[in-house]
C-alpha cells in the first residue's frame, strides 16, 4: 500500500476513477471511492488499496491482452502470469 498527501485529493481521485473505468487500462475496475480517500491525522490522503478479486472476476488484467497484462501478487510484490495460470482463471470462473 502507498501513501501519498495530496493537496488536490478531488482531482486525484476523479482522475484516477476516470482512466480505471476506461478498458484500455484495466478490463474490470475493482475500486470503490472507500478504498482510494482517507482522513489521516487530520489530512486527506490518496490510499489505493486493492481489493482481491474474486473467482468470477478473474483475471483483472492490465491493457487488453489478458495473456500479457496480468499479474498476481505475492508476498514481494506483483509477477506477471505465465499462460497456463491465467487459462486457469478463466477455467475457474465457471466452476
Not at 482522475?15 to 472507500?34: A, C, T
Not at 472476476?57 to 505475492?74: A, E, I, K, L, S
Request: proline share 4%.
Amino acid at each position: 500500500m502507498c501513501f501519498v498527501l495530496l493537496p488536490e485529493k478531488v482531482h486525484c481521485a476523479v482522475v484516477l476513477g476516470s482512466r480505471l473505468r476506461g478498458e484500455q487500462k484495466v478490463n474490470f475496475n475493482l475500486l470503490s471511492n472507500d478504498d482510494v480517500l482517507r482522513q489521516i491525522e487530520g489530512k486527506t490522503v490518496l490510499i489505493v488499496k486493492i481489493p482481491q478479486a474474486d473467482r468470477r472476476q478473474r483475471p483483472v488484467f492490465v491493457g487488453q491482452v489478458p495473456h500479457n497484462g496480468t499479474y498476481r501478487r505475492y508476498n514481494d510484490g506483483d509477477h506477471k502470469c505465465t499462460t497456463g495460470e491465467v487459462n486457469r482463471m478463466f477455467s475457474d470462473q465457471s466452476e
